[in-house]
């Protein structure tokens, strides 16, 4: 099965368009793992489990194992996941972008080591860059078009001769060019709305991962409004910290699964309405 195989079998299957992140910061943990060697590890499973109902897959942000140096509980994770969250696709959220046998080695990482169905790129260095993740046909290779920090701006919105703003160069040549085996997904954030609406008018039904609510303050209904799909999905909306640190008291999973429920319940009402 392929990545956009699973993806649309979680989106119906779940009813839900809600990704959740898995951003592990040992300073936010609840006292009761503090001593755990295995912290990072069991912080995850358990909000995994927890929110496993509500969401349509998982995106692990590698960065905050790498600092930890818990890349070994990344990989144990990651197996977990697919072992007892089997139809809930894992989207490792890398950001690479580097060159040719680079390039490989992280296409290895992140499918090989890691198990992961997708993986987030960078385009800035050309389609050479990014063909090492495609060359992998049955993944899914998700790719930054225009993110949500405010900063994204210094380059995204750069005009062309032609007046079109780099962000939209970027989603039309990966709609028109690179996504040659349909496997393609970009990022696109939910704090510029009226951005997600002219990048789904050039991609057509492509999925867009939409980062951005929650703690960074995305607006859900018009984010909804701006990236649905004529079939309703077409969404990878997640949210990370939002659910991860909905509480940091003895209630910290049961808080994490209320925040997933009602998020995704936030979704569908908003989803509701665009119709």
Same mark, same amino acid.
């Given at each position: 099965? !392929?990545?956009?195989? %699973?993806?649309?079998?979680?989106?119906?299957?779940q009813?839900?368009l809600?990704?959740?992140?898995?951003?592990?910061?040992?300073?936010?943990?609840?006292?009761?793992?503090?001593?755990?060697?295995?912290?990072?590890?069991?912080? +995850?499973?358990?909000?995994?489990?927890?929110?496993?109902?509500?969401? +349509?897959?998982? %995106?692990? &942000?590698i960065?905050?194992?790498?600092?930890?140096?818990?890349?070994?509980?990344?990989?144990?994770? +990651?197996?977990?996941?697919?072992?007892?969250?089997?139809?809930?696709?894992?989207?490792?959220?890398?950001?690479?972008?580097?060159?040719?046998?680079t390039?490989?080695?992280?296409?290895?990482e992140?499918?090989?080591?890691?198990?992961?169905?997708a993986?987030?790129?960078?385009?800035?260095?050309?389609?050479?860059?990014? &063909?090492p993740?495609?060359?992998?046909?049955?993944?899914?290779v998700?790719i930054?078009c225009? !993110?949500?920090?405010?900063?994204?701006?210094?380059l995204?919105?750069?005009?062309?001769?032609?007046?079109?703003p780099?962000?939209?160069?970027v989603?039309? &040549?990966i709609?028109?060019?690179?996504?040659?085996?349909? &496997?393609?997904?970009?990022?696109?954030?939910?704090?510029?709305?009226?951005?997600?609406?002219?990048?789904?008018?050039?991609?057509?039904?492509?999925?867009?991962?939409?980062?951005?609510?929650?703690?960074?303050?995305?607006?859900?209904?018009?984010?909804?409004?701006a990236?649905?799909?004529?079939?309703?999905?077409?969404?990878?909306?997640?949210?990370?910290?939002?659910?991860?640190?909905?509480?940091?008291?003895?209630?910290?999973?049961?808080?994490?699964?209320?925040?997933?429920?009602?998020?995704r319940s936030?979704?569908?009402?908003?989803?509701?309405?665009?119709?």
């Open positions: 099965m !392929t990545f956009i195989d %699973k993806l649309n079998r979680a989106w119906a299957s009813d839900s809600l990704m959740a992140g898995l951003d592990p910061d040992i300073r936010r943990f609840p006292a009761e793992l503090a001593e755990r060697p295995d912290a990072v590890f069991e912080f +995850c499973r358990r909000i995994a489990d927890a929110t496993a109902p509500y969401v +349509c897959g998982f %995106k692990p &942000q960065a905050y194992f790498a600092a930890l140096g818990a890349e070994d509980q990344l990989q144990d994770l +990651c197996r977990y996941l697919r072992e007892h969250h089997p139809a809930l696709p894992i989207v490792l959220d890398a950001k690479r972008g580097d060159i040719g046998s390039a490989e080695q992280y296409a290895r992140a499918f090989e080591r890691y198990g992961a169905d993986v987030t790129v960078n385009p800035y260095m050309g389609r050479d860059s990014v &063909q993740y495609i060359d992998y046909g049955d993944r899914g998700i930054l225009r !993110t949500s920090n405010m900063g994204g701006a210094d995204q919105d750069m005009r062309l001769a032609n007046g079109t780099l962000y939209l160069h989603a039309d &040549q709609a028109r060019v690179w996504n040659t085996t349909g &496997q393609c997904a970009l990022v696109v954030g939910a704090t510029f709305p009226e951005e997600i609406a002219q990048v789904r008018r050039r991609v057509g039904d492509m999925p867009l991962l939409i980062p951005g609510i929650g703690a960074q303050g995305g607006n859900i209904p018009a984010t909804v409004q990236g649905r799909t004529a079939s309703g999905y077409g969404m990878m909306i997640n949210s990370s910290r939002a659910i991860l640190y909905a509480s940091q008291g003895d209630d910290w999973v049961e808080a994490a699964a209320k925040t997933a429920r009602a998020t936030a979704i569908r009402l908003a989803l509701g309405s665009a119709t």
